[in-house]
């Protein structure tokens, strides 16, 4: 007996290949070492003053990875990730002031950070959405304050930090300068590898679709704490890298939600949900901000407005807009898949790793 | 005994966090909007104020009549601009968004204002106070604005549960596509739930600007005592955000009265136990993500 | 194998020219998938249509659509020769096509009157009014003040059915009445149907039900993956013709295997 089945409705038989990334990425190796090895010798290029930007955009560059793989990745938006920025910085002071020498407690203050961390996300993610973003607000503060009462870190003043002064400036300018150069990339490749991870995927999983994704069995909760912990280490860090370079740890100061404005702006402009986008949006903050630093608080004025203006109408950030056009990727996390369709060629179409800011708002349920 | 002053003042103080805080709660219970810029917006009806008295030469207390409907009409159009096209773009995204503003107009306001301080003048108004015994005394302003909450609370309850517009919002508010079926609009109901919620905040900008200082910064401190008296209170209770304003008031005041410095820590503090507790807060009903 | 159904019924059973709702050549997609493949519907004046099909054969969509909470990829939905293909589903409904959504969509934190008061909102001028729909469900009018969410399945049916008249529509869309009530209920529901013909309502109705379908409808129309598999008056199909339609396949046909020994669907 034949079938009755309509001729359209039978399936196209389709060949798949899954690969990891769409070039072959030999060459990519190569490129990225020389990269590092260029940075590296930047200190004998470069004058101290652009050393010290370098700094800073090292600085920045870790806080937005760590942001962008809190919010972009694992769905958590935070503005209060100056809390771990603040509680790094005051390590790094609260163990110099104890004979510690300041760049090797760079390391320790990250991870107690990361370890104050934990109990953190316990009250936290009790909350979600806006309110786990605004908790994460007062989470901050409460350090904040809790640090200005603290007189042996110079309460609400601050205090300087002991232990670098028998530097010549040169020696600190490059100890700095690596230091920082080391933490950003250690970094990227934390982030690389969490993505490339079985958490990387339990992850897009749960972006896509929590519920699917718990009953097949991903843990959810611990993912996401792990995350959290890993993104308070990277801005333990960052915190730890300010203190050093700027030998003056202020509470007002390394506790303010300005890095958030900052960390946020950069993600958002550069590319959320992407290795590259932070990178992208760091550099262009500092071409912004040298260009616009006679002007005050202007800069912080445009950089919203841009943040705000690319959030509706071009979610993607820059580099996403490249990306969706091009098959290159500087950091293979997703997956490509391969097929041979009814077209007879070869069509490559990324499978879609769904970044914050798209889909409607509505509500509803489609149904047949 | 001055802790009975401390509630007093406590409860007086939570007045203006009521206020503040029912904006926000509307926005979010209906729209689902997080503003951020919240305290930012409250800040700025006192600088409008101090901006356009001089110009306009009324006294001061009718900056309410001139302010309250500027703010009313700019709610409605932003909502059905800049946050409707937020919302319709995901779920994050009035989240950064209005962090995006709030960072804006805090940086617009230093820009032009410079961060000096600044209040509304009401002359002697403010000083009236009568006093109940050796230790506690209240400002008449306060009793004013004590009662300015409760009205406004209470006329917003009335106004959800019994007006045909309020019936709307709510409708709207709990099933966005089914109000559809029902021929609304649901844009434009946002709209107006922007408006109510945007006057709200522009009245107790004012209040707090004639009763203390106000400056580009001071929205941050007030975004998070809003944020903190609604999350206490009970999402979706408009009368339990006026418990929670007041129960953060007091936790202030009780903290302040052990060390002046531990006024806003001991507010986070009684957040944070009520986060951990009882998140749903005091007078929780629906609990939206 | 003969000619399957479709063929000879697209001939007969369809509605005069000049129909009230005329759906053409609709097709709507979900992301990807085709939910409707060119489906037309012609539905005449005090009409029950009938629209049948299995889970996922793209019923509801087609309600939705034509009620524009979906937008069709292409084709056209006309009402009385106007097209409201552009319209926004607040003026679908001021122009006299109301939806009983899948689910019943009460507002649950409102009491029952206010459900039928905020259906009243854009009301065409009519006989329904809440006072009527009291006089339909008689037990409603006690349990008026009663919070929507607390009613039972079947009550919150008929408020949806209420919320939906109160509007006076000319042509009314019901998405699945009986989905997850007990058959009495159902029938019960069902029941007010005749009061809602007499009153001039037309009724375009989706059902999973055959036999609910068949018992109130005037024709039935049936759905499988988003095509039309069958079209007419339902005295004119036999059972197996209707199984046919409906799963693609009859249960008198034995399971075949197709080309490379992998068993069929």
Not at chain 1, 46 to 66: C, H, R
Request: glycine share 10%; charged share 10%.
């Amino acid at each position: 007996m034949s079938s009755t089945r309509p001729a359209a409705l039978a399936a196209p038989s389709v060949e798949a290949r899954v690969t990891r990334s769409a070039q072959p990425s030999a060459w990519l190796l190569p490129v990225a070492a020389g990269a590092i090895v260029l940075l590296v010798f930047m200190p004998s290029l470069l004058s101290q003053g652009d050393l010290s930007t370098m700094v800073n955009v090292f600085i920045l560059l870790t806080m937005a990875v760590m942001w962008n793989l809190l919010a972009g990745y694992a769905g958590m938006v935070s503005i209060g990730q100056q809390a771990f920025i603040g509680l790094g910085a005051e390590g790094v002071l609260a163990m110099a002031q104890h004979g510690l020498n300041p760049v090797a407690s760079i390391p320790l203050a990250a991870i107690a950070t990361a370890a104050i961390a934990l109990p953190v996300s316990l009250l936290v993610f009790r909350l979600r959405g806006g309110y786990f973003a605004i908790a994460t607000w007062v989470v901050a503060d409460t350090a904040e304050l809790v640090v200005s009462s603290i007189s042996s870190l110079g309460s609400g003043t601050g205090s300087p930090v002991p232990g670098l002064s028998g530097l010549s400036a040169k020696s600190f300018g490059d100890i700095t300068y690596w230091s920082a150069l080391a933490v950003a990339l250690i970094a990227l490749a934390m982030a690389y590898l969490v993505l490339r991870s079985r958490l990387g995927l339990v992850l897009a999983a749960v972006r896509d679709d929590e519920v699917g994704a718990r009953s097949a069995g991903a843990r959810v909760m611990r993912a996401r704490r792990i995350v959290f912990a890993v993104a308070a280490l990277g801005c333990g860090a960052a915190g730890a890298l300010l203190a050093v370079s700027q030998l003056n740890v202020q509470p007002s100061s390394v506790f303010s939600v300005q890095w958030s404005a900052e960390m946020i702006f950069v993600t958002l402009i550069g590319g959320i949900g992407t290795l590259e986008g932070p990178i992208i949006g760091t550099i262009l903050f500092f071409v912004l901000e040298q260009s616009l630093a006679q002007h005050g608080a202007l800069y912080l004025i445009v950089l919203g407005a841009v943040a705000v203006v690319v959030a509706i109408w071009a979610p993607k950030g820059i580099w996403g807009m490249i990306a969706s056009r091009a098959r290159f990727r500087l950091f293979p996390v997703g997956y490509w898949l391969w097929t041979h369709g009814a077209t007879r060629g070869r069509k490559a179409r990324r499978l879609p790793a769904r970044l914050v800011g798209r889909g409607r708002g509505g509500q509803g349920q489609p149904s047949a | 005994m001055s802790w009975v002053n401390a509630v007093i003042q406590g409860i007086l103080t939570g007045a203006f966090y009521a206020l503040f805080a029912c904006g926000l709660s509307l926005l979010f219970g209906v729209m689902g909007i997080i503003n951020l810029a919240h305290g930012d917006l409250a800040v700025i009806g006192g600088y409008v104020a101090v901006a356009l008295i001089p110009v306009t030469h009324v006294p001061v207390v009718w900056s309410f009549v001139i302010v309250v409907p500027i703010f009313a009409v700019g709610g409605y159009a932003l909502q059905r601009t800049l946050l409707q096209a937020s919302l319709d773009r995901g779920p994050f995204t009035t989240l950064l968004v209005t962090f995006g503003l709030s960072v804006i107009a805090e940086n617009a306001l230093l820009e032009v204002f410079t961060s000096n301080s600044q209040s509304l003048n009401i002359g002697n108004l403010i000083t009236y106070s009568f006093s109940i015994n050796s230790q506690i005394t209240i400002s008449y302003f306060s009793v004013v604005v004590l009662a300015l909450a409760v009205a406004v609370l209470g006329a917003l309850q009335l106004f959800l549960s019994r007006s045909r517009t309020g019936r709307l919002i709510r409708a709207v508010a709990d099933d966005r596509e089914a109000a559809q079926l029902i021929g609304a609009n649901y844009r434009h109901v946002f709209g107006v739930a922007a408006a109510i919620a945007f006057s709200t905040v522009a009245l107790a900008g004012l209040a707090y600007a004639m009763s203390s200082q106000i400056a580009p910064t001071t929205g941050t401190g007030t975004l998070l005592s809003a944020f903190e008296a609604v999350v206490i209170g009970g999402i979706g209770s408009v009368w339990g955000t006026l418990v929670g304003g007041i129960v953060l008031g007091v936790a202030q005041q009780i903290g302040a009265q052990i060390n002046p410095a531990y006024q806003i820590l001991a507010g986070h503090l009684v957040f944070l136990a009520v986060l951990a507790l009882r998140p749903q807060g005091l007078f929780g009903t629906r609990a939206r993500a | 194998m003969s000619d399957p159904p479709q063929a000879e019924a697209a001939s007969s059973g369809r509605a005069a020219p000049g129909a009230l709702l005329e759906v053409e050549h609709l097709v709507v997609h979900h992301g990807q998938l085709r939910a409707l493949d060119d489906v037309s519907v012609s539905l005449g004046a005090g009409e029950t249509l009938a629209i049948i099909g299995a889970n996922g054969a793209g019923k509801s969509t087609l309600l939705r659509t034509i009620a524009g909470l979906h937008r069709p990829t292409s084709g056209r939905i006309l009402l009385d020769g106007v097209d409201l293909s552009h319209s926004t589903p607040e003026q679908r409904l001021r122009r006299g096509v109301a939806l009983v959504p899948e689910g019943r969509r009460l507002f649950p934190s409102l009491s029952v009157e206010e459900n039928l008061l905020v259906g009243t909102y854009r009301a065409r001028p009519g006989p329904f009014v809440p006072d009527r729909i009291y006089e339909l469900f008689e037990w409603m009018r006690s349990r008026r003040n009663q919070r929507a969410a607390e009613l039972s399945g079947g009550e919150q049916q008929a408020v949806a059915i209420g919320r939906a008249l109160v509007a006076n529509p000319r042509v009314l869309l019901l998405d699945e009445l009986s989905l997850g009530l007990a058959p009495l209920v159902v029938q019960r529901i069902y029941g007010v149907l005749p009061e809602l013909l007499s009153a001039g309502i037309t009724i375009l109705l989706v059902e999973q039900d055959v036999a609910q379908a068949t018992r109130v409808a005037s024709r039935v129309q049936c759905l499988l993956e988003g095509r039309t598999t069958l079209e007419g008056r339902p005295g004119e199909f036999s059972a197996e013709q209707i199984e046919t339609a409906y799963f693609g396949m009859s249960s008198t046909s034995a399971v075949s295997a197709d080309a490379d020994g992998a068993p069929e669907r």
